[in-house]
């Protein structure tokens, strides 16, 4: 039997993929740190889809004390020996946000003109049942493996991967070889393959003045207005200073957005004596993280100086990874698999960041971000489109396969 039939097989399960992912993510799997139970009961659930393949599951659980059982769990399964294709996908998801803007419960997925709406259809449970439903097809259309193959099920990838994928990554469980699929980015008609991300910097500033009464300001040294102007300056020089462009990515420049802004004082006659706020920065490849916090501290001295008042810089987090080469055994034959399967052109692409490509890129391994989404995750009304359900399963099971 080859891929043909396998490929067929694929449109036959169509309706059971839908009621699988329905199920899943019924059991929502929310982190500790969003103030949910984590993953344990969809890992039961999962564990269970992936033993009627036939397969052993395998449990890599972390340890995490926030929660009444204490762990994160991590599902693997291998199939095969020698150098191996590995699956990565989540099992975690963010909360739903505004309840009253969803078009259905969204624990309680429902399909709405080919879209199965709820949280965590697209992200990342339509990967997880694509990438089951491919190996189950290959099974049915008795199409042996062309390779040995991996599936890792996760925790944690949406506040770090601390008890995830970086988890896995100290439990001597890949080799030198391995490659992975990561299925967790994806454009509208599948045609962009991630080979690349931007370091993550996050830069928390406090300024510190001294707080007063607003009828006397001589008296203060207002911490707001120190801190207004470092954030102008650092949104006027940080562009011009790291100016270079690569069109790998999109958008093509290094970006630093002020985002998040802590409260200072609760009443209007009051000078606040602190103001804490932050950058998040999406560096090309090409600079280093370290150059951008020093030009940031220097912006910050000559803010000091002229305000008269403390200013403290802290990166809270900061991730950055080699790219995966265009030309990696992987990505070509990802690119070759679309073509072959999909009849789509695809190119390699880069991100702002923020994929568990990241440490696996930093461990070494070469890694595909792939999958074909409308991009819906963390939104009110995320949804999965059946048919990319469908189609991102027929990709998956080619590449299982091997080469044509
Ligand atoms: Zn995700």
Redesign the pocket.
């Known amino acids: 039997m080859g891929i043909d039939e396998t490929l067929d097989r694929i449109n036959k399960m169509r309706d059971n993929m839908v009621s699988t992912l329905t199920e899943l993510c019924r059991i929502p799997a929310i982190g500790p740190t969003n103030g949910g139970e984590g993953e344990v009961k969809k890992a039961a659930f999962v564990q269970n889809l992936i033993k009627d393949l036939g397969l052993k599951v395998e449990r890599f659980d972390a340890p995490d004390k926030r929660l009444p059982g204490g762990k994160r769990p991590n599902l693997v399964a291998r199939v095969g020996k020698g150098p191996r294709l590995w699956f990565l996908c989540?099992m975690d998801i963010v909360p739903p946000g505004e309840a009253k803007g969803w078009r259905c419960d969204p624990f309680d997925p429902k399909v709405f003109d080919g879209r199965l709406y709820g949280r965590g259809t697209e992200?990342?449970g339509q990967a997880l049942v694509s990438v089951l439903s491919a190996y189950q097809a290959l099974l049915k259309s008795k199409t042996k493996p062309g390779r040995a193959l991996g599936f890792a099920f996760v925790s944690d990838?949406?506040t770090g991967s601390t008890f995830g994928a970086k988890h896995l990554l100290t439990q001597d469980l890949f080799e030198p070889k391995d490659v992975f699929v990561v299925p967790?980015?994806g454009m509208a008609e599948g045609d962009e393959v991630e080979i690349a991300e931007k370091s993550v910097l996050w830069l928390k500033i406090t300024v510190t003045g001294k707080q007063g009464h607003a009828s006397t300001p001589n008296e203060a040294v207002n911490a707001h207005r120190a801190g207004a102007f470092l954030t102008t300056a650092i949104d006027a020089n940080l562009p011009g200073k790291f100016r270079a462009t690569d069109p790998l990515f999109r958008p093509w420049n290094s970006t630093f957005e002020p985002t998040k802004h802590e409260p200072n004082v609760p009443n209007v006659n009051t000078i606040p004596g602190e103001d804490v706020f932050y950058f998040d920065c999406r560096v090309l490849p090409v600079y280093k993280t370290k150059e951008v916090v020093a030009a940031v501290q220097a912006l910050a001295d000559q803010t000091a100086q002229t305000f008269g008042v403390k200013v403290v810089l802290e990166a809270t987090n900061q991730e950055s990874s080699p790219p995966t080469a265009t030309d990696a055994p992987i990505v070509r034959e990802l690119l070759e698999v679309l073509r072959r399967v999909r009849n789509l052109r695809a190119k390699p692409v880069g991100i702002g960041g923020g994929?568990v490509a990241g440490p696996l890129r930093e461990e070494g391994f070469p890694c595909v971000v792939w999958s074909t989404t409308d991009e819906t995750?963390h939104t009110v009304n995320e949804y999965a489109k059946v048919d990319n359900l469908v189609a991102d399963a027929k990709v998956f099971a080619a590449l299982m396969a091997g080469p044509a």
């Open positions: 989540h992200d990342n990838e949406e967790d980015w994929t995750g």
